[in-house]
């Protein structure tokens, strides 16, 4: 057991994965040399060559597009697409051949690429730096997509992305990068990646959550517990396929249910969420199921992002709403 | 005399002449003393300094398989042509004009190296071994290619105009990662198919850098066909095509696309050069999309009959059989031979096709995901039992 930054557990993650198999490689702006803006690949390129820590030119649709012919060739690349905002050149290749080769081919061609994608707000970045695209590739048939919220997560879940043979778009929290955790070396300790997990158990109310508004929702649970509530909070961590089976159990025991998210509300991971749990829990539910969440808007001006970001007092505010209907 | 103006279309209803039709053309530039040749419209078998060591080996019997390929690859295109008339294909892409430029590059390949088309490429994929009916369930519409992509080293067709480019590169820069570059015996190479209007995307600008960045073992194969469905040429590009590789500081080459014997002899250098480390190369294939785009698109709407004629003198299947029957006297028997052999192949298309077997609705739900996915699994349970709830005393409905 060791305390590590969630960065730091990345980095331990991407090596241990590169050390197993020789087939990994990474891919992306700065990711060699420089360690990649957020430092998530500092060393890997001494310690593993230019051939399997790759510079590549700064061209997004070439990063996927290119993993996908090195993936069809047996390598497993993992692509690093410096900012959510920046990942759209490449969404072409993302969707078209990414997500759909194992399928166009029946099982012949699969395609292991991982693609991680720093993302959310709260740094207080230019446009394009801050946002919420997870549910543009939920969408799409063929990705599995997940997020880590803290550095065990990160670090095991990233190794179990990569063994997989299905192309996995891996969401980390840029704003949680430097918080520290427990990281168990145990490899029995990690849970499937497709699974999602109660982070602290409750009875008064279910909040369900991902990525960086995991610590939120925690820190709200921790003020309401002084206020007699006891939340329940659980950390969704696969968004597709998602694993509702925990949140409808919790669901049943409490009876209401608040689902938060950064990203804008509209055809989003919470709306589905929201949709499915009110299907399979009508009957156990007290109150409708609300939802926390950035706002239908672009991501606005930093100087806002207060106000557009789900925080401690927005979610005890939807906590309160659901206690009281 | 004084030389032929070509056509301004400064008024869209105002017609060219014949004269002006011809003239235009040639203002696009066929080449001229760029531009690879080594079988004329004629048939005649001209010497070329840099070339000819890439055709030495191609004697009379190597000439006679070049034609047969051409002439069995048409015949499936035509037949491709047909059963979409027919009703049993929802669309066909024809390849009609293009039967030079993808034999003679295919031909040009080894087993071991890797080809990625985009979706026309029924005549490379006849070089890789891959039966025509192999090719149909896309357009039928019973699968999404069918192949076997990892065997023949033949990829999926890529419809995004242009993907395939990338695609190409990364899977070329694994062939150097994997030190298969450099001898040119067992050295390895990729080639990747595209086509005039494919070269505005910047997938296509962008494999290029990055096959240059890498030194990646890439022959960038550009059939320019004149016409991206219904847009000319000069709505692309205001170079020829071919010299656009120098920007990106690799070899580019003008290729006669008509003449197989230069797609072949050029392809061939093209992959050597690849093989040893001096990759990549760009070929663009000069030819001419003799039909429509596919068979939902009607050429007459935008192009002129007198264009097509002009390039039917150009064919590329007729200058060979000139070739073999002139200068080598091949008799008539031979042709008549193919002829009948294409006819048994257009047969053979056309009763596998029809008997193709509808896919159960299950297949809809295989093969999105190596591991399971509860959420598209309990979409097939569901949906199944649905189906099956329609089975009455009658039988499945």
Same mark, same amino acid.
């Given at each position: 057991m060791s305390t590590t930054t969630l960065a730091k557990a990345l980095n331990d993650g991407l090596r241990a994965a590169m050390e197993r198999d020789p087939k990994v490689l990474i891919m992306g702006e700065d990711v060699g040399r420089l360690g990649g803006v957020f430092r998530i690949t500092d060393g890997l390129q001494k310690d593993f060559g230019e051939e399997r820590v790759l510079d590549t030119p700064l061209s997004e649709s070439g990063i996927i597009g290119a993993a996908v012919g090195l993936a069809v060739r047996g390598f497993r690349p993992v692509c690093e697409i410096q900012f959510d905002g920046f990942v759209f050149p490449g969404y072409d290749q993302i969707v078209s051949q990414l997500a759909k080769l194992r399928y166009r081919t029946q099982g012949r061609v699969p395609v292991p690429v991982v693609v991680r994608i720093p993302f959310g707000g709260g740094i207080g970045a230019v446009e394009h730096h801050s946002e919420s695209p997870e549910s543009l590739f939920a969408h799409v048939a063929g990705l599995k997509v997940v997020a880590c919220s803290n550095p065990a997560d990160a670090y095991w879940m990233i190794q179990q992305a990569i063994a997989g043979d299905d192309p996995v778009i891996f969401f980390e929290p840029k704003r949680r990068y430097w918080e520290k955790g427990e990281v168990d070396p145990d490899v029995t300790a990690a849970p499937p990646l497709h699974s999602s997990r109660v982070v602290r158990p409750g009875s008064t109310l279910t909040l369900a959550t991902y990525g960086p508004m995991v610590k939120t929702c925690l820190d709200a649970a921790t003020a309401a517990a002084e206020d007699g509530q006891d939340l329940e909070v659980i950390?969704?961590?696969?968004?597709?396929?998602?694993?509702?089976g925990p949140v409808a159990d919790s669901v049943r025991r409490t009876g209401r249910l608040v689902v938060v998210s950064e990203a804008p509300s509209e055809s989003s991971i919470t709306s589905e969420v929201a949709a499915r749990i009110g299907q399979e829990c009508f009957f156990s539910l007290e109150a409708p199921v609300l939802r926390v969440t950035g706002f239908d808007t672009p991501y606005p001006p930093s100087r806002l992002e207060d106000d557009y970001l789900p925080d401690l007092d927005r979610v005890l505010d939807a906590v309160d709403r659901s206690l009281a209907w | 005399m004084e030389e032929p103006q070509a056509w301004v279309p400064t008024d869209p209803r105002s017609r060219p002449t014949h004269t002006q039709v011809v003239a235009g053309l040639k203002g696009v530039d066929e /080449?001229? %003393? @760029?531009l690879v040749q080594l079988l004329t419209p004629e048939g005649e078998r001209v010497p070329d300094e840099r070339f000819d060591r890439f055709a030495g080996d191609i004697g009379l019997d190597e000439i006679k398989s070049l034609y047969r390929d051409l002439v069995l690859v048409r015949r499936a295109d035509r037949e491709g042509n047909a059963l979409q008339r027919q009703g049993e294909l929802g669309i066909w892409v024809p390849l009609l004009g293009q039967e030079a430029a993808q034999v003679g590059s295919g031909r040009a390949l080894r087993p071991d190296d890797m080809c990625f088309p985009s979706y026309r490429e029924h005549g490379v994929a006849w070089t890789r071994g891959i039966d025509p009916t192999e090719l149909l369930g896309i357009f039928r519409g019973t699968d999404h290619g069918g192949w076997d992509f990892t065997g023949r080293r033949f990829h999926p067709y890529t $419809?995004? $105009? /242009?993907?395939q480019c990338l695609n190409a590169a990364g899977y070329a820069m694994g062939q150097r990662f994997e030190s298969k570059? /450099?001898? %040119? @015996?067992?050295g390895e190479a990729t080639i990747c198919y595209f086509g005039d209007g494919a070269t505005s995307q910047g997938d296509v600008h962008e494999g290029f850098v990055w096959a240059a960045a890498y030194d990646a073992p890439l022959v960038f194969f550009c059939q320019n066909n004149q016409w991206a469905i219904s847009v000319p040429l000069s709505k692309q590009t205001r170079v020829p095509l071919y010299q656009r590789a120098r920007g990106y500081g690799f070899p580019g080459i003008r290729v006669d696309g008509n003449d197989v014997l230069a797609c072949l002899a050029v392809t061939r250098w093209a992959l050597e050069e690849c093989r040893t480390g001096n990759g990549p190369v760009l070929i663009e294939a000069f030819t001419y999309r003799m039909d429509s785009h596919t068979t939902s698109d009607d050429a007459t709407r935008y192009r002129l009959a007198d264009e097509v004629e002009l390039w039917k003198l150009k064919d590329p299947i007729e200058r060979v059989r000139v070739h073999l029957a002139r200068r080598h006297g091949v008799e008539q028997e031979f042709f008549d031979a193919i002829d009948a052999e294409a006819n048994e192949l257009g047969d053979r298309i056309r009763s596998f096709c029809r008997a193709m077997p509808q896919p159960g609705p299950e297949r809809m739900f295989s093969e999105v995901y190596a591991a399971s996915s509860p959420q598209v699994d309990g979409q097939r349970d569901e949906y199944l039992d649905y189906h099956a709830s329609f089975e009455t005393s009658e039988g499945r409905r």
């Amino acid at each position: 057991m060791s305390t590590t930054t969630l960065a730091k557990a990345l980095n331990d993650g991407l090596r241990a994965a590169m050390e197993r198999d020789p087939k990994v490689l990474i891919m992306g702006e700065d990711v060699g040399r420089l360690g990649g803006v957020f430092r998530i690949t500092d060393g890997l390129q001494k310690d593993f060559g230019e051939e399997r820590v790759l510079d590549t030119p700064l061209s997004e649709s070439g990063i996927i597009g290119a993993a996908v012919g090195l993936a069809v060739r047996g390598f497993r690349p993992v692509c690093e697409i410096q900012f959510d905002g920046f990942v759209f050149p490449g969404y072409d290749q993302i969707v078209s051949q990414l997500a759909k080769l194992r399928y166009r081919t029946q099982g012949r061609v699969p395609v292991p690429v991982v693609v991680r994608i720093p993302f959310g707000g709260g740094i207080g970045a230019v446009e394009h730096h801050s946002e919420s695209p997870e549910s543009l590739f939920a969408h799409v048939a063929g990705l599995k997509v997940v997020a880590c919220s803290n550095p065990a997560d990160a670090y095991w879940m990233i190794q179990q992305a990569i063994a997989g043979d299905d192309p996995v778009i891996f969401f980390e929290p840029k704003r949680r990068y430097w918080e520290k955790g427990e990281v168990d070396p145990d490899v029995t300790a990690a849970p499937p990646l497709h699974s999602s997990r109660v982070v602290r158990p409750g009875s008064t109310l279910t909040l369900a959550t991902y990525g960086p508004m995991v610590k939120t929702c925690l820190d709200a649970a921790t003020a309401a517990a002084e206020d007699g509530q006891d939340l329940e909070v659980i950390d969704l961590r696969t968004l597709s396929p998602l694993d509702l089976g925990p949140v409808a159990d919790s669901v049943r025991r409490t009876g209401r249910l608040v689902v938060v998210s950064e990203a804008p509300s509209e055809s989003s991971i919470t709306s589905e969420v929201a949709a499915r749990i009110g299907q399979e829990c009508f009957f156990s539910l007290e109150a409708p199921v609300l939802r926390v969440t950035g706002f239908d808007t672009p991501y606005p001006p930093s100087r806002l992002e207060d106000d557009y970001l789900p925080d401690l007092d927005r979610v005890l505010d939807a906590v309160d709403r659901s206690l009281a209907w | 005399m004084e030389e032929p103006q070509a056509w301004v279309p400064t008024d869209p209803r105002s017609r060219p002449t014949h004269t002006q039709v011809v003239a235009g053309l040639k203002g696009v530039d066929e /080449g001229g %003393p @760029e531009l690879v040749q080594l079988l004329t419209p004629e048939g005649e078998r001209v010497p070329d300094e840099r070339f000819d060591r890439f055709a030495g080996d191609i004697g009379l019997d190597e000439i006679k398989s070049l034609y047969r390929d051409l002439v069995l690859v048409r015949r499936a295109d035509r037949e491709g042509n047909a059963l979409q008339r027919q009703g049993e294909l929802g669309i066909w892409v024809p390849l009609l004009g293009q039967e030079a430029a993808q034999v003679g590059s295919g031909r040009a390949l080894r087993p071991d190296d890797m080809c990625f088309p985009s979706y026309r490429e029924h005549g490379v994929a006849w070089t890789r071994g891959i039966d025509p009916t192999e090719l149909l369930g896309i357009f039928r519409g019973t699968d999404h290619g069918g192949w076997d992509f990892t065997g023949r080293r033949f990829h999926p067709y890529t $419809i995004v $105009i /242009g993907n395939q480019c990338l695609n190409a590169a990364g899977y070329a820069m694994g062939q150097r990662f994997e030190s298969k570059v /450099g001898d %040119p @015996e067992t050295g390895e190479a990729t080639i990747c198919y595209f086509g005039d209007g494919a070269t505005s995307q910047g997938d296509v600008h962008e494999g290029f850098v990055w096959a240059a960045a890498y030194d990646a073992p890439l022959v960038f194969f550009c059939q320019n066909n004149q016409w991206a469905i219904s847009v000319p040429l000069s709505k692309q590009t205001r170079v020829p095509l071919y010299q656009r590789a120098r920007g990106y500081g690799f070899p580019g080459i003008r290729v006669d696309g008509n003449d197989v014997l230069a797609c072949l002899a050029v392809t061939r250098w093209a992959l050597e050069e690849c093989r040893t480390g001096n990759g990549p190369v760009l070929i663009e294939a000069f030819t001419y999309r003799m039909d429509s785009h596919t068979t939902s698109d009607d050429a007459t709407r935008y192009r002129l009959a007198d264009e097509v004629e002009l390039w039917k003198l150009k064919d590329p299947i007729e200058r060979v059989r000139v070739h073999l029957a002139r200068r080598h006297g091949v008799e008539q028997e031979f042709f008549d031979a193919i002829d009948a052999e294409a006819n048994e192949l257009g047969d053979r298309i056309r009763s596998f096709c029809r008997a193709m077997p509808q896919p159960g609705p299950e297949r809809m739900f295989s093969e999105v995901y190596a591991a399971s996915s509860p959420q598209v699994d309990g979409q097939r349970d569901e949906y199944l039992d649905y189906h099956a709830s329609f089975e009455t005393s009658e039988g499945r409905r």
